[in-house]
């Protein structure tokens, strides 16, 4: 199944739980797209020791996520 996931908020939990989500998706064999819109381009913003987006998206990107902005 194709799945798209739209991330639109500047909230670090929130962008780290999308893209771990999104990664969970892909381990369960699903096609994932993740949209960053408005103030979510900006994936890494807030990337801390508590929410580690970058290493999320490294994930996604190595599974095979497709990132678009």
């Known amino acids: 199944m194709q799945i ?3 991330l639109s908020s500047a909230d670090p939990e929130i962008k ?3 893209v771990r989500f999104g990664n969970f ?3 369960e064999g699903e096609d ?3 949209f960053l819109n408005g103030p ?3 994936l ?3 990337d801390s020791e ?3 987006i970058a290493e999320q998206a490294k994930l996604f990107d190595l599974s095979e996520g ?3 902005a």
């Open 4 to 6: 798209l996931l739209i």
């Open 16 to 18: 780290w739980n999308t």
């Open 25 to 27: 998706l892909l381990t």
């Open 32 to 34: 994932v797209t993740l």
């Open 40 to 42: 979510a381009v900006d």
């Open 44 to 46: 890494y913003a807030g």
């Open 50 to 52: 508590t929410f580690p």
């Open 66 to 68: 497709v990132l678009v």
